[in-house]
């Protein structure tokens, strides 16, 4: 139905999240994110568990 677009820099782990109906906005040119708060909780919810953290490519946020 929506996919979540997460447009950030590497190391900018606060980006804003931006969600967009493909189907209907291949441009992505209307944000759903604010609209859809439940939405974005859940998916950002699934990418954090499904992240496996790497010593090769790590995020700036979780270097120690």
Same mark, same amino acid.
């Given at each position: 139905?929506? @996919?979540? *677009?997460?447009?950030? #820099?590497?190391? =900018? ?14 441009? /992505?040119?209307?944000?759903?994110? /604010?609209?859809?708060? #439940?939405?974005? #909780? #859940? *998916?950002?919810? *699934?990418?954090? $568990?499904?992240? @496996? ?6 995020? =700036?946020? $979780?270097?120690?």
């Amino acid at each position: 139905m929506s @996919t979540l *677009i997460q447009k950030a #820099k590497r190391n =900018d782990r606060l980006a804003q999240q931006q969600l967009y109906d493909l189907r209907t906005d291949p441009a /992505e040119q209307h944000n759903l994110a /604010e609209q859809y708060p #439940k939405v974005v #909780k #859940k *998916i950002k919810k *699934i990418m954090s $568990e499904a992240h @496996t953290r790497s010593d090769l490519f790590p995020f =700036d946020w $979780e270097r120690k």
